[in-house]
């Protein structure tokens, strides 16, 4: 491994591959780090990418599912509301073969890839910090220029460099299934019931070849494997897992919190759930990773050239969390909503035309994480990033 580095990008999901991708191809030198030992191992994303993120960024097309253009809404009593697009809304990623594309993007663009090493301390200095791994049972140090956090949404990058931290989440915990017996077309399925999913949703997501069946939710009030387990024995008429295959489990954590106010100082940033990326009411991510990912490897490649501190307030989650704030006040009252008649109100109100519109915002609408503007700034390093 050449040493020191430009940048090290500790984790290697989504949002890390895309900053080291694109740290890469601007000619950086840049180590990604991953404590699994490969990036396919260990995949907790249901992978949901919107028509925003569809249009905007480079997807393989073999690495997605058929397109999906109806969702539906459940209410406690399974009352049912149904929304139709007429463009392609959302396809479900086939997220082990994206990962394994990502990764020989990154390392084409010269991005040295070091699995199974775990991140363990930081130690900032003047021109050079320090990143203490272990690899192989053996702890040793790399040096670098820069350090990105993309290690997930209890991320110790952000500890180690004095940056905040995601306090609230909600856990997920799926299972991905073939041979499902469906009668509707591909479709999204979300329902809102405060026993099965306390703060959150269970979900639905069948493309024709695969369904994702999964619970999310705030962890001290409900058992996720349960809940799982109930709401597969439970699922409204013509879905059937009598002749199906399940091929797959995962879960984890999703922070609401919004996007943290502190994510940058003149030694490292975060990017994707470390930063607190996902969005507070729907806890979709994967839009959001990318967007900030390209946005924080913008910013670095200006800091980098110049060393100005002030290039890094174009990174401010400030700027963002200011966006969210609608966001955050309706995950605020999502979170309180602990008996079924508020959500089944909610969803006879979304029948009325006014608020019907709301709904078809929320799912077909391009207001996932906010366009990126360029600040003002008149340091000529900035000129990058316009």
Known sequence: MRNPYDVVVVGAGLAGLECARRLGESGFRTLLLDRKPAVTCAVSTTGIFVRRTLEDFDLPATDLGPAIRDVALYSPARRVLRFHSERDEFRIGRMIPLYSHYLERCCRAGV???SGARFCGFSPGPQLSAVQIELDGLAFSIFTRFVVGADGARSCVARHLGLDRNRKFVAGYEEVWRGVSFESPPSLHCFLDPLLAPGY?????HD???THIGVGGYLHRFPPVRALESFCRNLPQGMSLQRATRVAQRGGLVPVGGVLPRIANSH?????????APSPLTAGGLDACLRLSG?????MAAYLTSRDPVVLNAYSGARFRARFFSRLWMRRLFATAQSAWPLELAVMLLRLPLLSGFARHIYFGRGSFPDVEPLPLPHPAL???R
């Open 112 to 114: 040295q890839f070091l």
């Open 201 to 205: 949703l269970a979900w639905v997501a």
């Open 208 to 210: 024709g070849e695969e």
């Open 268 to 276: 490292g940033l975060l990017v994707g759930d470390a930063a607190g």
């Open 295 to 299: 946005h924080a490897a913008n910013v």
């Open 383 to 385: 000129q990058t990033l």
